[in-house]
């Protein structure tokens, strides 16, 4: 050990990298199972404290409308506008946290949380589980790989994390959409039923309930939802699923779990006569002072391009190119959903009369995958699919024209409006990549990432075809005023990255196993979506959560036979 290098007092059985989606139910999973787990979290710890939900915009200093102030730190973070005045310090400074990118190749890494929960504390929330038509695509239609796993072998996982996560959805009975565990549906808007309603009548495509991590009814002393509206602040009855208090919470109600926070993992520490990791370098980000920890297993969750980060900056002279890397496949096949093509349109049906203060959904619709499903014919124009999450607003007429009482009156015109945005698979591509930029270093002197993703042929297809069919469906649901588009997808901005450490039965062309375990060192395991054999267009997190716990299972196994 370098002797400028401090040690933890402790060695731990486990150390879990990352308290997000994955990090939290790795330490759950193992902590409730009695091993001692060391959590590594970049971030402070989270608390009820920090939630604003209910604070209006005119408590805040700047009326969350100083967006130039947010700039000035979070020049990337704040292009979404979940990174605001209300949670930006739960965001990276991007500054102090830089990566980078080719100049044609411009790409937006949002959603980079530095706090305990991560990315759970200001996600979406939309939880859908993936299919066969997913997992074998690649036997299907002949691209990519197939994943090493089944939907049977996932499914029981899924049942699993939902129950305890608190999934509010409707049944569907789709073969592409696999139906879950699900807390009864909130109710649909006017605009949704009808769009749902038309839809399937005259094209006969499914708008269902956007199933998501919203509860409606108790769970584990966590309360139902009572539709205030902004998940993304917080929220303190804990009725959507953050992993900061409830994943994580319960790991360190075991007693078995030590959370250290401020922590910023740098590499993988390794006894190279055992090919084992031994460890974690991490630089403590109030003091800068490197530290080391030790335990029997090492698992990475800390979101798929800082676990990759960790990996390759962990290369040693037994594995020059980054650790589990004997494939040469880390850092390539990035994935992440393209979202620039979908619509708009307005519902009059719906209007009534409009008023502030009501009561706000959290969660809106899903329109499920229709091409290159069972019951659609291979669609000539691209391979797999997408579907869209809706949004409704229901509101005053603010662009209304005119002056004095007219104004008045107009204004009072009720706008219920749908909004449909496309979420659509990109195929694993080798030349969409990370590798470590030499020149760029973090404050923390760690090397930061070079990003290279942009669009192929089949993304391009998709695009447009997501912008038509959102117009048709549109139609078909008697909307007004239709708008439709289908923009370029750079600079990506997906919030879904997957897929730089992909999983796969041979160790030639993948990262790590089924249960991903990396193939090179049997005691480290990475558990984010790194592992991703394909970016299905359904969004990640629930099957990010049931890998998880299927991976904990093998793990806990293998500790107990000792081959670990
Ligand atoms: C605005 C937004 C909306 C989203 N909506 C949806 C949605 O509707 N549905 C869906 O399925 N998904 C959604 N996602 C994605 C979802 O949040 C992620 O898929 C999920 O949280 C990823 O889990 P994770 O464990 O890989 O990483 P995270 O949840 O991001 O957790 C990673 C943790 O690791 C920590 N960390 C990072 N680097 C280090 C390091 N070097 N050392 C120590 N700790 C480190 C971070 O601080 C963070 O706390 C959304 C994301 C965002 C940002
Ligand atoms: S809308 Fe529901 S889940 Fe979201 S913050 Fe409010 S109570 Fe919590």
Redesign the pocket.
Known sequence: MDPMVESAEHSYDVIV???????GWACKRLAEAGLKVAL????RPQSDKNFSEHTPPFELKYRNLAAEILRKTRPVQSK?D?CNEYTQDWFVNDLEEPYTTPSDKPFHW??R????????N???????RFSDWDFKAASRDGYGEDWPLSYKDIAPYYDLVEKYVGVTGMAEGLEELPDGQFQPPMPLTCQESIFRNRVKEKMGRTATLARSANLTKPLNGRGPCHYCGPC?RGCITHSYFN?AFTTVADALNSGNCTLISN????KVLMDAERNRARGIL?IDRVTRAPREIYARAVIL????Q?SV??LLNSANPQYPSGLANSSGVLGHYLMAHVRSGGGSGEFPAAARKPSYGVPVKPVGIYVARFRNTKDAPPFKKFLRGYGYEGESSFDFNWNAPGFGQAYKDRIREPRAALDITGFGEVLPRWDNFVELDREVKDIYGIPALKIHMSDGENERAMIKDIGESAGEMLEAAGAKNIKTYANPSAPRWA??EAGIARMGSDPKKSALNQFQQTHDIMNLFVM??SGFTSNPCQ????T?MALCVRSCEYLLGELKRGSI
């Open positions: 990298v990352g308290s997000g989606a994955s990090g590594l979290e970049a971030g979404f979940v949002m959603g949380l530095r706090i305990t929960g991560g990315r759970t200001v996600w979406g929330r939309v939880s859908l993304e992993s922590a910023m993992a740098y991490y969750c800390a979101q798929a800082e980060r960790i919030l879904h984010d979506a969004n990640p997190t629930l990010i």
